[in-house]
């Protein structure tokens, strides 16, 4: 929560959650070139240690950030199968075949 605060985010409405459930909670963050969306967990049927081995990572100051690599947010958003993460799947494998 305190990364997110630095990051120039408003937490009020995360700390006065009454009853926050680890399981569905999530942050979604709006910054000015894009948008974060932090889970609990994933829809796909990865196992966590194989996912965890294929992460990213950046270092914002002090903070290591750990994301999905994109084979494994396309395959999350395949099982999840919403029309937005059927559009996103089409920009990611884009992204994905230009580099």
Do not use: C, H, W
Not at 12 to 24: A, C, D, G, L, T
Not at 75 to 94: G, Y
């Amino acid at each position: 929560m305190k990364v997110i605060e630095a990051l120039g985010q408003d937490i009020s409405e995360f700390e006065n959650e009454k009853m926050p459930n680890p399981r569905i909670s999530y942050f979604k963050l709006d910054l000015e070139d894009f948008t974060i969306d932090f889970l609990p967990a994933i829809k796909s049927n990865i196992k966590f240690l194989e996912v965890y081995n294929r992460k990213g990572t950046i270092q914002v100051d002090e903070t290591k950030i750990y994301f999905l690599d994109i084979l494994d947010l396309i395959k999350d958003k395949e099982a999840t199968a919403r029309k937005k993460d059927l559009e996103d799947i089409k920009q990611l494998k884009k992204i994905k075949n230009s580099k």
